[in-house]
């Protein structure tokens, strides 16, 4: 569970090896002879080999504790989104901040972040500890907010919707009026294909500030977990730090020890539905310890 695939992952963002693009010759123009286009049809250009940088590390984040996380009624007085941090995740995002930056040293920053208040709150207590010159960019990105949860207004039906959750299961249970896990993850999808596409410094770090379900559903998203294995996880501590390191013998990722106890990766099977066998824990913790893993 906490090793990358083979499989789309590697296709679409790879360093691991060196990759041939074959396409089909075309030409313009009509008119042409029966026998020209059958002689086309088995012409191919190969195109020239190249390497994608990725980024060293993808470090995701999960925001400090809510005014919403202390008390549930703030969800009937106050949008969702406007609801920022108590003085507790405040301090909890500042010592993210001092966590981040002894990980990252002085190396270069990306840092993608949820429109929602705590999370934007969480990304301002974490650049105190970063050298601006380090953070190279620092982009509000909507897909990875919070789950939406509806136009729920009555705290006990707020609760009851939580603990029809519990065991319906995260990932299917819609909220009246809002979003199921699988909706969240099919944006978080989305915006992999952004992050291929935008980060090409194989040196840098790139940041992601979000929310405990968005942040699992992004490593299920990325990592290829069945819905079985993403249910056997948890929400990250508030605060807490969930480390992808790229492994330089095969360019792909691999979560940390610390991580895959944070998010209890214990607990998920090691053998999907249909057979498919995953990295176990011990062999990652094994891997990592040789290449400086948290």
Not at 70 to 98: C, F, H, M, P
Not at 120 to 136: A, C, G, H, M, R
Not at 150 to 164: F, H, M, S, T, Y
Not at 203 to 210: A, D, E, K, R, S
């Amino acid at each position: 569970i906490g090793g990358e695939e083979e499989g789309e992952e590697e296709g679409a963002w790879s360093s691991s090896k060196q990759e041939s693009r074959e396409r089909f010759a075309s030409q313009g123009g009509g008119g042409l002879p029966t026998d020209s286009l059958d002689s086309m049809s088995s012409t191919r250009v190969v195109m020239p080999n190249f390497i994608t940088p990725r980024p060293a590390k993808i470090i995701l984040i999960r925001h400090g504790e809510s005014e919403g996380n202390r008390d549930e009624s703030v969800y009937t007085t106050k949008a969702d989104w406007k609801i920022g941090l108590t003085q507790l995740g405040k301090n909890q995002a500042r010592q993210a901040g001092r966590r981040l930056r002894d990980i990252v040293g002085a190396g270069d920053v990306h840092i993608y972040h949820s429109p929602y208040m705590r999370a934007v709150e969480t990304t301002s207590e974490i650049l105190k500890s970063l050298d601006p010159s380090q953070v190279k960019v620092v982009r509000e990105e909507p897909r990875i907010s919070e789950q939406q949860f509806g136009n729920l207004r009555d705290v006990d039906a707020i609760r009851r919707c939580k603990e029809e959750r519990k065991v319906f299961g995260r990932f299917f249970f819609r909220f009246p009026d809002g979003e199921a896990g699988l909706d969240v993850y099919s944006r978080v999808t989305t915006f992999i294909g952004t992050l291929r596409r935008d980060q090409r410094d194989e040196n840098c770090t790139v940041v992601i500030v979000t929310h405990g379900l968005a942040l699992r559903l992004f490593l299920m998203r990325w990592f290829q977990w069945t819905v079985e294995q993403f249910e056997a996880t948890r929400n990250p501590t508030f605060g807490g730090i969930a480390i992808m390191n790229r492994i330089p013998a095969d360019g792909r990722y691999r979560l940390t020890p610390s991580t895959l106890d944070m998010i209890g990766a214990e607990n998920a099977p090691t053998t999907s539905a249909i057979g498919r066998t995953l990295l176990r824990k011990a062999y990652t913790r094994e891997l990592l310890s040789n290449h400086g893993g948290v």
